[in-house]
Every structure is written in structure tokens, then in C-alpha cells.
């Protein structure tokens, strides 16, 4: 599997599955624009890419929440390659809290923007691109869209908004030559969970990791590669006929009662 002469556009490419998902795309020799607005993270991302694919990493720090950015981040990526033939939409953030909670919408509001809205918005910018190479989307969603857990209604809600969007897309896209599919990943052990848990010691760090492996039915966390194998997988010839789907990666985690 090669992605030779292809160019591949991931967002939230500076950490965690992100960072993952275009190491991967760079060992497949993919020409590579990598978005985030974390500028120092985003460079460490692309010079690590920048080995494995021994090219250029056009990188672009910007925050995606706004549309002003999410223009111009496209418009510099076809300035830089000429075209886009993947879309990796992974830039999210995750926060926990009760319906009793009072900031509860405003935690709403920030989970739809980040989660949601602006993975509409990048994916809408780059639609027109992608008609014309005949590509495809990834959507990095969550198995909070397929199963309830406790404190996680507002980013479930901004996950399964995800989900649905993958399959409308792709069934309006399908006539032009383009598949849009969405990862669900389960537990993750990245610093996107770490951080939204507000974990400060390394006691309670553990104790969050073993219980999420432990509601797992196979026992186990999801490695970011993992993640990064089915989006390559995905994106690749070899998924030719599959769109519109939606792939629980959770090592059982949605299978809990």
C-alpha cells in the first residue's frame, strides 16, 4: 500500500492519533499538510515525518474553530500541491462533567465547535478538491457515539454528530468519486483523555487507564497505530467500495451492557 503522488491533509496532526495517523501516511510516502494549532507540537510532528518520508511537510498552525482559518489552511494547501486527495479530520478535544453541571453548555458549545463544526467546515472547504482527484474523507469520531459512558454526554453528543455527517456526506459525495467513512476509536492512551481529566498524579493516571481496560471486553487500550493502520487502510485503494461507514476500533469497549 503506497500513497505515492498523493497528498494527504491531517488535522490535529501534532499529538496523540493525529501524530499517528500522519507518521503513518509519511512511512506510505503520502505528501503530507499538517494542521493544528499547537505550532511547536505541529513542528515536532512534521520533522519526525520529515524523516520517515524523506520530503517536505508543509505544516500550517491555525486554529480550526474559525472559518477564516479553515479557508486559508486549504487555500495554502492547493497553492503548495495543487490538489488534496485525502482528508483526515482527527483535531477534537474531549471534557468530561454532569447535565447538573453548570458550565454544561458552555462545555456543549466548545465540544461542537471543536468536534463537530469544525470538521464540517474543513471538510466543506475541501470538497471542491476533493471532487476533482476523486478522494476521500476520514472522520476520526469516537465509541462515545456508540455507547453510553458516564460524564461524556457533551462529546458524545459532538461524536455521534459526527458520525451522522459522515454517512450524509457520503451519500451526496458518492456520485462524484468520493468516500467518506469515520474511525470510532475506543480508549486511547493520549494526552487528549490525560488532560480532560485533569489527572495529577501518576496514581490517578493509572486508575483512569485500567478502568477504561477494564470495561473493555478484550481486556486492552487501543494504541495509536492501531488507529493509523484502519485510517491508511480507509483512505487506500484497497477501500475502494466502502462509504458511508462508520468502524468501532474499541477492543470491545461498546460491547459492555
Not at 498523493?6 to 501524530?19: P, Q, Y
Not at 505541529?42 to 474553530?65: G, H, I, Q
Not at 457515539?145 to 459532538?158: D, E, K, R, T
Request: hydrophobic share 45%.
Amino acid at each position: 500500500m503506497s500513497f505515492i503522488n498523493k497528498v494527504v491533509l491531517v488535522t490535529g496532526a501534532a499529538s496523540g492519533i493525529g501524530e499517528a495517523i500522519a507518521l503513518k501516511f509519511a512511512k506510505l510516502s503520502a505528501r503530507l499538510a499538517l494542521i493544528d494549532k499547537n505550532e511547536a507540537l505541529l513542528k515536532k510532528s512534521a520533522d519526525n515525518c520529515e524523516k520517515l518520508s524523506k520530503t517536505k511537510v508543509f505544516r500550517v498552525a491555525v486554529d480550526l474553530c474559525k472559518d477564516e482559518n479553515v479557508e486559508y489552511m486549504i487555500e495554502l494547501t492547493l497553492k503548495e500541491f495543487g490538489k488534496i486527495d485525502v482528508v483526515v479530520n482527527c483535531a477534537g478535544a474531549y471534557r468530561d462533567l454532569s447535565i447538573l453541571d453548570p458550565n454544561v453548555i458552555q462545555v456543549y458549545d466548545e465540544m461542537i465547535a471543536v468536534n463537530l463544526r469544525a470538521l464540517v467546515s474543513v471538510t466543506t472547504a475541501a470538497t471542491p478538491a476533493l471532487v476533482k482527484s476523486k478522494g476521500c474523507v476520514v472522520n476520526i469520531s469516537s465509541v462515545d457515539a456508540a455507547v453510553i459512558l458516564p460524564n461524556s454526554l457533551m462529546y458524545s453528543v459532538s461524536k455521534s454528530g459526527v458520525n451522522h455527517f459522515t454517512k450524509s456526506a457520503a451519500l451526496e459525495l458518492a456520485s462524484y468519486g468520493v468516500r467518506v467513512n469515520s474511525v470510532l476509536p475506543g480508549a486511547v492512551k493520549t494526552n487528549l483523555l490525560l488532560n480532560s481529566h485533569h489527572v495529577v498524579t501518576q496514581e490517578e493516571n493509572e486508575k483512569k487507564w485500567k478502568l477504561y481496560q477494564e470495561m473493555s471486553a478484550l481486556k486492552r487500550l487501543i494504541k495509536p497505530e492501531e488507529c493509523s493502520d484502519l485510517v491508511s487502510f480507509l483512505a487506500s485503494e484497497k477501500a475502494i467500495g466502502i462509504t458511508g461507514a462508520n468502524f468501532l476500533i474499541d477492543s470491545g469497549l461498546a460491547l459492555q451492557p
